[in-house]
């Protein structure tokens, strides 16, 4: 469980910390992260949207590193915005 784990870190710690979630993830391990940064979800391959404590919508994405990540960001951009995040 990793609860904003990126909050209150600088961008290179910040990078180091979802780095070691990402390999973690790739070894097997599950990650469940709450975040609202945009930057730590991309990280995810399946990302839910909640809204008070209810899952309104969810999307399922490759694993990190096997897209483009602008084509992620994008993809993820207008599934939010479909939301009207």
Do not use: C
Request: charged share 30%.
């Amino acid at each position: 469980f990793a609860d904003e784990p990126t909050g209150a870190l600088n961008k290179r710690n910040s990078t180091e910390v979802l780095d070691l979630l990402t390999d973690l993830n790739r070894g097997g391990q599950s990650i469940l992260m709450v975040t609202h940064d945009l930057k730590a979800a991309l990280r995810g391959n399946r990302i839910l949207y909640l809204e008070d404590g209810k899952i309104l919508d969810e999307l399922e994405l490759e694993s990190f590193g096997e897209q483009n990540l602008r084509e992620r960001e994008a993809a993820v951009n207008q599934w939010l915005d479909s939301l009207e995040w």
